[in-house]
């Protein structure tokens, strides 16, 4: 059974950046495709990135692509997203996720693991 504890979450003013991190316990991130996903009030959960167990192939969701960037340190078998240049739009309480190592997938449905989340807030 995987464990995941999201952190780093806060206030931002916009333009400005923030670093999330998703600490692992129960199982090497490097085994599992990690996801960030994020949910804004009143809507679905949605996709942001992921990073692939093997190969560490990585996809955006056009929305954050060439603002956030996702990472993984297998010593510290932790995933960090660090988020650039937010936008008020981005606010939403965010979620890291673990699918299996193999997954290329980016519906929630495909994860398996879910963290508890960290609230993202970016003022205009």
């Known amino acids: 059974q995987v464990q995941l504890v999201e952190s780093g979450g806060g206030l931002v003013q916009a333009g400005g950046s923030l670093r999330l991190s998703c600490a692992a316990s129960?199982?090497?991130?490097?085994?599992?495709?990690m996801g960030w996903f994020r949910q804004a009030p009143g809507k679905e959960r949605e996709f942001v990135t992921r990073?692939?167990?093997?190969?560490?192939?990585?996809y955006y969701a056009d929305s954050v692509k060439g603002r956030f960037t996702i990472s993984r340190d297998n010593a510290k078998n932790t995933v960090y997203l660090q988020m650039n240049s937010l936008k008020p739009e981005d606010t939403a309480v965010y979620y890291c996720?673990?699918?299996?190592?193999?997954?290329?997938?980016?519906?929630?449905?495909?994860?398996?693991?879910w963290g508890q989340g960290t609230q993202v807030t970016v003022s205009s």
């Open positions: 996720a673990a699918a299996p190592g193999w997954a290329f997938t980016t519906t929630p449905s495909g994860y398996n693991y």
């Open positions: 129960g199982g090497r991130v490097s085994m599992y495709t």
């Open positions: 990073i692939t167990g093997s190969g560490g192939s990585t």
